[in-house]
């Protein structure tokens, strides 16, 4: 079974700070993993996602995400946060089990941008 | 093009009834996703659709749910006898055909379930 482990329910940080979204997975295959974004009243969005090949993965809004199998991470990052990225970030894993991808995600991280 | 669509965006229902959420998928996705999203969680997956068929039922968490896809297209979740405890946010979700490379899911606003 596939598991997601979102470390804090609640982030805040200033405008302009590093915004650190923490992501640790458990998986018995070679996970695909993926960070989806929901602000208030809408639809999940993809931000970024890893299946194979180099571990750090760039997303949209200037969001990225590294894979570290040692450590069965995937947290996401942005060097400089921007009021627009208040929302509920989500973690998800999908086994490589090809014709059924069905996402576990995590409870979410909801982000705070204080001005 | 447009997205995915789900219908009604709010439902309030008594204890005990019946009630249908609708999902339209992306034109052409083959494969179709439910979830279910509870206050502070994050989504649960319930059933996922290959075409027609229900692949993977293994989410639905008792035979009050059921869900349909006759035609391929739009997919209809019916919950019997409801009880409060289904109140959450049901989410729909579509990609295209899997099983060539990893495919995105696209969802839907959702349709917010209020048994009352």
């Known amino acids: 079974a596939q598991s997601v482990t979102q470390l804090g329910s609640h982030v805040s940080v200033s405008e302009g700070a590093l915004v650190l979204l923490r992501c640790n997975y458990s998986s018995s295959v070679p996970p695909y993993l993926f960070w989806y974004v929901q602000y208030p009243n809408q639809g999940l969005q993809l931000l970024l996602k890893?299946?194979?090949?180099?571990?750090l993965v760039k997303g949209i809004n200037g969001f990225e995400a590294e894979f570290k199998k040692s450590e069965t991470s995937f947290h996401l990052t942005k060097p400089s946060a921007h009021m627009s990225d208040a929302a509920e970030y989500f973690c998800a894993v999908s086994d490589t089990n090809f014709g059924n991808e069905k996402l576990t995600f995590g409870t979410g991280t909801r982000l705070t941008i204080i001005p | 093009g447009a997205g995915v669509s789900q219908t009604p965006s709010n439902k309030v229902t008594e204890k005990g009834k019946y009630v249908e959420l609708r999902c339209d998928p992306i034109s052409g996705h083959t494969a179709l996703y439910w979830y279910r999203q509870s206050l502070g969680q994050g989504p649960e997956f319930l059933i996922y659709f290959q075409g027609t068929g229900a692949a993977d039922d293994s989410g639905l968490p008792n035979d009050r749910f059921f869900a349909v896809r006759p035609e391929g297209s739009v997919s209809t979740l019916k919950i019997q006898r409801t009880e409060r405890g289904d109140s959450a946010v049901y989410l729909c979700?579509?990609?295209?055909?899997?099983?060539?490379?990893?495919?995105?899911?696209?969802f839907g606003p959702g349709t917010r379930l209020t048994v009352t």
């Open positions: 979700a579509s990609s295209s055909t899997p099983g060539q490379g990893v495919s995105e899911q696209y």
């Open positions: 890893y299946t194979t090949g180099a571990t």
